[in-house]
Nanobody, 129 residues
């Protein structure tokens, strides 16, 4: 059974940092893409950053480039999202997701939540001004 457990959210002031973790189990980690998505109240689910755990290739949405860093610890089957210089606009529920790579790329998968089969529960990030 595929399981994803997201954690690390919280309340932080603008300019602060948080690190989200996505602990996974039940699948061959190196064969999957792992993505972080977020959903603010009243808005759709947006791809934030994704990683191909096999080759380490990463992708980021423009609004977080230079501030967020995605990484994976393949020995622990865990993906992290380091979020620095947080802004109030980053306030949202953050979800991690997993999808077999097959013939596609994590960059393509990151363009929409509809491509992802497996989801963890959300972890809430609130950035105060």
């Amino acid at each position: 059974e595929v399981q994803l457990q997201a954690s690390g959210g919280g309340l932080v002031q603008a300019g602060g940092s948080l690190r989200l973790s996505c602990a996974t189990s039940g699948f061959t980690f190196d064969d999957y893409a792992i993505g972080w998505f977020r959903q603010a109240p009243g808005k759709g689910r947006e791809g934030v950053s994704c990683i191909s755990t096999g080759d380490g290739s990463t992708t980021y949405t423009d609004s977080v480039k230079g501030r967020f860093t995605i990484s994976s610890d393949n020995a622990k089957n865990t993906v992290y999202l380091q979020m620095d210089n947080l802004k109030p606009a980053d306030t949202a529920a953050y979800y991690c997701a997993a999808e077999p790579l097959g013939a596609t790329t994590s960059a393509r998968l990151c363009t929409s939540h509809i491509w992802w089969q497996y989801w963890g529960q959300g972890t809430l990030v609130t950035v105060s001004s």
